[in-house]
């Protein structure tokens, strides 16, 4: 069995990746599309949507 530190170790790095994902994808919303982040919000929602859709 792992020890507790090493679950919360891995927890802690898939937060933090998940979390570096999210950044870099407003920065290149930001750059490509230029809408401010209440947009990309709506458009973050809506394809969370779309995916539970079919569940």
């Not at 407003?26 to 995916?51: C, F, N, P, T, Y």
Request: net charge negative; hydrophobic share 35%; charged share 30%.
């Amino acid at each position: 069995m792992n020890a507790p530190e090493t679950v919360m170790s891995d927890y802690i790095k898939g937060f933090d990746a998940g979390y570096s994902y999210v950044l870099c994808e407003i920065e290149r919303w930001q750059d490509e599309v230029g809408e401010d982040l209440h947009v990309l919000l709506a458009h973050l929602r809506m394809e969370s949507k779309q995916g539970r859709e079919n569940t």
